[in-house]
C-alpha cells in the first residue's frame, strides 16, 4: 500500500530565499526610497514571517550592497553619494573593458551578438512601454552577457558582486535621459561594433559609453539616512509575490493590502 506524504512546509531556508527575493525587488523597484529604515517588525508582520528569516534576508542584501547597517541605528536602503557613483561606474568599467579584450581576442561568436540583439530589442520595448524597471534589468543583462561571453568564471562573479549596486545607480541617473530611447540606441550601437569584430573600435564605444552615463550622474546626497515618517503605499504586486504565496504556508499577499509602513525618525 502506497503512503502519500504529508505536505512539507516551506523551510527556513527556503524562505529566507523567497524573502530575500521579494525584498530585492522592492529595493530596486523603488518602493523602498534611499535612506529608508527596514523594520524589522513590521516587516515581519506585512511577510507573516518570523524575524529570524527576515533578519537573514536583510543580512545577505546588506552583503550585497541593496541595505547598509550602521551600528545603534538599524538597517538601511543606501543612500548612494557620487563618490559611490563613481566608484561602482570604475570597477565595472574595468571589468568590462577586460572582457570586452577578451571577446575580440577569441572572436565575437553569433551566440553573443544574437542574445544582445534581442536585448536590445527588449530595451527598445521596455522604452516603448515606460518600463524604467525592465529597462535597467536589460541595460544589466546586456552587460553582463558580454562579461560571461569572456569566458573567465572570476570575471563574472567579480561583475555579479556589483550587479545590484548598479541597478541602483540606473535609478539615480535614468531620469537625466531626456529621451530613454538613446540608451536602447547606445546599446545598439555598441552591439553593432562588437560584432564588427573590431576590437580597437569596440573598446572606445565602450569608453565612450561610461563617459556619458558619468555625465549623467545626479547630485546624489551625502547626509546620513533618514527614517521616513509616513507609510507609502504598495504600488505593485508582481509575480514574485505569487511564488511567494505558492511556497510560503500563511503567506497572504496579492491581496491588495498596502506595504508595511516605514516609520522614520532622526537617527
Not at 527556513?12 to 523567497?18: A, D, M
Request: aromatic share 4%.
Amino acid at each position: 500500500m502506497s503512503h502519500q506524504a504529508p505536505a512539507s512546509k516551506t523551510s527556513k531556508r527556503t524562505l529566507t530565499e523567497v524573502v530575500t527575493g521579494l525584498l530585492r525587488d522592492r529595493i530596486l523597484g523603488g518602493e523602498f526610497s534611499p535612506g529608508t529604515q527596514m523594520n524589522e517588525v513590521e516587516l515581519a508582520a506585512y511577510f507573516e514571517v518570523s524575524r529570524g528569516p527576515l533578519r537573514e534576508a536583510m543580512q545577505r542584501l546588506v552583503q550585497e550592497g541593496l541595505l547598509v547597517s550602521y551600528p545603534r541605528q538599524g538597517v538601511f536602503v543606501p543612500t548612494l553619494t557620487r563618490e559611490d557613483l563613481e566608484d561602482i561606474f570604475v570597477a565595472r568599467q574595468a571589468i568590462e573593458r577586460e572582457a570586452l579584450r577578451r571577446v575580440s581576442a577569441r572572436g565575437v561568436s553569433a551566440a553573443l551578438v544574437a542574445d544582445l540583439e534581442l536585448i536590445v530589442a527588449r530595451m527598445r520595448d521596455a522604452v516603448g512601454h515606460a518600463d524604467e524597471s525592465a529597462l535597467a534589468a536589460l541595460d544589466l543583462a546586456f552587460h553582463r552577457r558580454l562579461v560571461h561571453a569572456a569566458g573567465s568564471t572570476r570575471l563574472d562573479r567579480l561583475y555579479g558582486l556589483i550587479a545590484n549596486e548598479m541597478r541602483l545607480c540606473f535609478r539615480m541617473i535614468v531620469d537625466s535621459y531626456s529621451d530613454r530611447s538613446k540608451l536602447a540606441a547606445e546599446h545598439e550601437q555598441l552591439l553593432h561594433v562588437i560584432a564588427s569584430g573590431d576590437g580597437s573600435a569596440a573598446m572606445a564605444l565602450l569608453d565612450r559609453h561610461f563617459a556619458q552615463v558619468g555625465e549623467l550622474q545626479p547630485e546624489a546626497s551625502d547626509q546620513p539616512p533618514q527614517r521616513d515618517l509616513h507609510p507609502h503605499p504598495h504600488h505593485h504586486q508582481g509575480s514574485h509575490d505569487r511564488i511567494f504565496h505558492e511556497h510560503a504556508d500563511g503567506f497572504r499577499h496579492g491581496n491588495g493590502q498596502e506595504a508595511p509602513p516605514h516609520p522614520q525618525e532622526q537617527p
